[in-house]
């Protein structure tokens, strides 16, 4: 990501890579190790996306949003709000009820969050992106405060009724993340 962001030029192509990370918690920038209760085996990596500690790992969703916002003409909120939005009804598919809040970035069931946001812009570019929970482990949710807060419940779109397998989720999201973020061509690649 950053060293697609680093040579990319104002004609390069917008990317969004969705991925599945093998288990870690990543700690961005502003993340304090207070947050970081008892990692146990799984690896702690420092990274440079806004936000404080999550956990990644298998049946997870990681949707890396490589935009060129400047030329989009969007703000950071913009693609928060999008990004947020997108997974609202990607949710209301599978008839679950979810929100954003003001005062924590990411989506939300009740009081539980199913999908964390972290980004970083540099040179008028994002990269990172999202984190949503399909269908894992969730027990090193436990281990950490999640994005800073303790206590915070989270849940997955397989425990909520939802689908159980990342490639069901990739179908349902990509026309909502399309229209979110105002694209109407898409080119797929597998890599």
Not at 43 to 64: A, E, F, K, N, S
Not at 89 to 106: F, H, K, M, T, V
Request: glycine residues 8%.
């Amino acid at each position: 990501m950053q060293s697609f962001t680093d040579n990319r030029t104002p004609e390069t192509i917008d990317e969004i890579w969705f991925i599945e990370h093998p288990p870690i918690f990543t700690l961005g920038q502003n993340g304090k190790l207070e947050h970081v209760l008892n990692p146990g085996n799984i690896p702690l990596i420092p990274v440079d996306r806004g936000g404080q500690v999550t956990y990644h790992g298998p049946g997870q969703l990681m949707v890396y949003v490589l935009l060129d916002i400047r030329r989009r003409q969007m703000g950071v909120r913009d693609l928060v709000t999008a990004l947020e939005q997108t997974i609202i009804d990607l949710l209301a598919e599978y008839n679950i009820s979810a929100r954003a809040r003001s005062d924590a970035p990411g989506v939300y069931v009740g009081d539980a969050k199913i999908c964390s946001i972290g980004l970083r812009i540099r040179r008028g570019c994002s990269y990172h992106g999202l984190a949503l929970n399909v269908a894992m482990d969730l027990e090193p949710f436990n281990r950490i405060n999640p994005c800073g807060f303790r206590n915070l419940a989270m849940t997955q779109i397989s425990t909520e009724g939802g689908a159980d397998n990342l490639v069901d989720v990739v179908q349902t999201i990509t026309p909502y993340l399309a229209r979110n973020l105002g694209y109407t061509n898409l080119i797929y690649k597998n890599e």
